[in-house]
């Protein structure tokens, strides 16, 4: 018997599920047809780079699968041209002698409305970060240097708790979170699919505040 293609298995597995490609589409704002196509072992019309592995991860989470797995085995057997333009011998040779590998399919891990452990890519948004978790830790220690007169011991211990506890919690702190996962929509919206507009809204918001509070972070460091 003739191993199962790529496309098949997934389709085969998402409709045992019963899941829809329109649902998968709703949720990611990809479009169904690239799903289909992947679905036929056809990535023609799929972008290259850092889109086209958020992609078949956002497919893989939709149909609850391991989306590191899924995304090794898409790399194996549709490399992506720019890679492949570019690759040395000895890549393309390592390609070639795992391009049968099996695919091997485990329940992911539950949704999460945080993105745990991602590096943000962007410079400005790790700016932006670092500011939004600055301003959070700052403003908690105001609110206690008003109510009991004390500033820098309430800031110490507001930081400090302010980051064990959203490393513990989240697997980050807030403001990577946040912006971690505003930078994956704004790669999948470069791709030519839409952002929420929640998100747009939300990080809009915290742009504008993050460049209001700069000057008071700014003195807070020179007093120090």
């Known amino acids: 018997m003739t191993e199962e293609r ?3 298995r997934l389709r085969r597995e998402r409709e045992r599920r019963h899941i829809a490609l329109s649902s998968i589409s709703a949720n990611t704002k990809i479009s169904v047809a690239l799903f289909e196509g992947l679905e036929r072992d056809d990535v023609s019309r799929w972008p290259s780079g850092i ?3 958020a992609f078949i991860r956002a497919y893989a989470e939709g149909i609850g ?3 590191d797995a899924v995304t ?11 890679l492949a333009a570019a690759s040395a011998p000895e890549v393309k040779a390592a390609t070639t002698a795992h391009a049968n590998t099996v695919l091997r399919l485990t329940l992911a891990d539950g949704g999460t409305p ?3 452990g991602r590096v943000i890519p962007d410079m400005r948004r790790r700016w932006a970060a670092v500011a939004s978790d600055a301003c959070v830790a700052f403003a908690i220690a105001v609110l206690v240097f008003l109510a009991s007169g004390k ?3 309430p800031l110490s211990v507001t930081a400090l708790g302010y980051y064990l506890g959203g490393i513990l919690l989240l697997g980050n702190t807030p403001g990577v979170c946040l912006w971690g996962r505003a930078s994956e929509e704004t790669a ?3 791709a030519g699919t839409k952002v929420p507009r929640w998100v747009r809204l939300i990080t809009a918001r915290l742009s504008s505040r993050v460049s209001a ?3 008071m972070i700014d003195r807070t460091a020179a007093d120090r």
């Not at 090794?72 to 720019?82: C, G, L, S, Y």
């Open 6 to 8: 790529f496309g098949s």
């Open 51 to 53: 889109f086209r592995r």
């Open 65 to 67: 699968l391991d989306p």
């Open 72 to 82: 090794r085995e898409f790399n194996q057997r549709f490399p992506d041209p720019e």
């Open 114 to 116: 945080f993105i745990r």
């Open 151 to 153: 500033f820098w011991a």
């Open 188 to 190: 999948v919206a470069v």
């Open 213 to 215: 509070s700069s000057p």
